[in-house]
């Protein structure tokens, strides 16, 4: 006789209790709406890439644009913001959705 495994959660259940956030929309001085996708909810490495080059440099345009489409890259660019402005609108960003997921290696900022 084989013993079955002790199984405490799976991969199926995860992804059904996962509250995803509603993904950031940031309105520019010319009345129109950028998109910032929701890096928590894009496949883990391609995230950990972004993550990782935001954290390094997040005035990047190449890193911003590796986070937003090229359109709403190009719409915010032609803000012609400064750095502390541009730096600004990218915390705020990363902020929104740490403030619903936590951050990396806090769990979910609702648990506790």
């Keep these: 006789m084989t013993d079955s495994p002790n199984i405490q959660f799976s991969i199926a259940g995860v992804r059904k209790e996962i509250v995803k956030a509603e993904v950031l929309k940031v309105g520019l001085s010319n009345s129109k709406v950028i998109t910032f996708p929701d890096l928590y909810a894009m496949e883990s490495s391609e995230a950990e890439s972004i993550f990782g080059r935001l954290n390094q440099n997040a005035t990047n345009w190449k890193v911003i644009r590796t986070w937003l489409s090229l ?24 902020r929104y959705y740490e403030d619903i997921y936590g951050t990396a290696g806090e769990g979910n900022a609702s648990e506790g």
């Design 71 to 94: 359109e709403d890259a190009d719409a915010l660019k032609a803000e012609k913001l400064s750095v502390i402005e541009l730096s600004t609108v990218m915390r705020r960003a990363i």
